[in-house]
């Protein structure tokens, strides 16, 4: 198989975690983030696409800013522009690296969320999350942090880069 080739079954393979995502994300009787965690595998496969694209070799890793950074940098301001004009104020350049940091953090640990506080009680718990919300409910201060309209900016980016690269397409609305 070709890299070209393995790009595009990497970037079907994204879109479909994407699609689903956004399908899950739409629903009014979610209870749980597994649209997030479907979304960033999506965020996690096309970046890992991009980079072989961009003929970068990477291991096995979930370190999404260590895998940004290995980018060309005309690759990631070609992301970050694309992503920016459909999510404007919403996507916060400034908030990128953080967000990057955040998605590894739920793809690692929020899968487990259960785990995080074992040893709090359920009373406990919800006194932490209402002190949180008292505070301002801060991104940096949560245990998880989803950043989406970055994280779909930063997909719709690395989307296109490949839908302009190969004959790869999706029939995905923005």
């Given at each position: 198989?070709?890299?070209?080739?393995?790009?595009?079954?990497?970037?079907?393979?994204?879109?479909?975690?994407?699609?689903?995502?956004?399908?899950?994300?739409?629903?009014?009787?979610?209870?749980?983030?597994?649209?997030?965690?479907?979304?960033?595998?999506?965020?996690?496969?096309?970046?890992?696409?991009?980079?072989?694209?961009?003929?970068?070799?990477?291991?096995?890793?979930?370190?999404?800013?260590?895998?940004?950074k290995a980018l060309p940098t005309a690759s990631?301001?070609?992301?970050?522009?694309?992503?920016?004009?459909?999510?404007?104020?919403?996507?916060?350049?400034?908030?990128?690296?953080?967000?990057?940091?955040?998605?590894?953090?739920?793809?690692?640990?929020?899968?487990?969320?259960?785990?995080?506080?074992?040893?709090?009680?359920?009373?406990?718990?919800?006194?932490?999350?209402?002190?949180?919300?008292?505070?301002?409910?801060?991104?940096?201060?949560?245990?998880?942090?989803?950043?989406?309209?970055?994280?779909?900016?930063?997909?719709l980016g690395m989307r296109r880069r490949i839908?302009?690269?190969?004959?790869?397409?999706?029939?995905?609305?923005?």
């Open positions: 198989m070709t890299n070209s080739e393995l790009v595009e079954r990497m970037y079907y393979s994204a879109m479909d975690r994407v699609h689903d995502s956004e399908i899950l994300s739409e629903l009014m009787s979610v209870r749980s983030d597994a649209s997030a965690h479907l979304g960033i595998l999506g965020f996690e496969i096309l970046l890992k696409a991009n980079l072989l694209l961009d003929g970068v070799q990477f291991g096995r890793s979930h370190n999404y800013s260590k895998l940004w990631r301001d070609e992301i970050v522009r694309i992503g920016q004009s459909r999510y404007a104020v919403y996507f916060k350049i400034e908030e990128v690296p953080e967000a990057l940091s955040a998605f590894g953090n739920v793809f690692t640990r929020a899968r487990y969320d259960y785990e995080i506080h074992k040893d709090k009680s359920l009373d406990e718990i919800k006194r932490l999350g209402d002190e949180w919300l008292k505070r301002g409910a801060k991104n940096r201060e949560a245990d998880f942090a989803y950043y989406p309209f970055i994280r779909k900016g930063l997909t839908e302009q690269a190969t004959s790869a397409e999706y029939d995905l609305p923005e």
